[in-house]
């Protein structure tokens, strides 16, 4: 029987894209018998602006909060684990992974791990101005012996010359 996997969806974009690959990855990952054989699947997100208020503020422990809230409803609905699908809500997921009812895939901890397999010495990141600052990517690369590397922020704001 395939796990019964939540999602705490952050953008509607990445919310729709995991559980679209979910569904479509699912059967194939798990050597299911037919095509239709995905995992089940619950979502729960609160309205971005929520997010994005904690995220512009530097308020982590509000984003944490958030997807704390979002891992008790996905366990109360039955789901074995969580994934956020948002790379820059995951600095508030470091905060609270230790209190959540229900494990999480931590998204750079498994690209890491990826880029630890394919004996990668640098992996750059791209992302949002939150993300590239932030310590999510560089702290679970650098845990596998593993550079991070972020374009500048003069390049990044397109005031290079």
Request: aromatic share 6%.
């Amino acid at each position: 029987m395939p796990k019964h996997i939540g999602i705490a969806g952050v953008t509607a974009e990445g919310a729709a894209l995991c559980y679209r690959t979910i569904c479509q990855e699912g059967p194939l990952q798990a050597g299911s018998a037919g095509p239709y054989e995905h995992p089940e699947v619950t979502l729960h997100t609160f309205p971005l602006s929520q997010y994005m208020a904690g995220i512009e503020s530097g308020d982590w422990d509000g984003v944490g909060s958030l997807l704390l809230s979002s891992a008790r409803k996905l366990a109360e609905a039955g789901a074995a684990f969580a994934i956020c699908p948002d790379n820059t809500a995951h600095q508030g997921l470091e905060l609270i992974r230790g209190q959540s009812p229900i494990p999480w895939l931590h998204i750079a901890e498994e690209i890491a791990a990826i880029a630890a397999e394919r004996e990668y010495g640098k992996v750059g990141v791209l992302g949002t101005q939150w993300l590239m600052e932030g310590p999510v990517y560089s702290k679970a690369l650098a845990a596998k012996g593993i550079e991070s590397m972020v374009p500048e922020r003069e390049v990044r704001q397109g005031s290079a010359t």
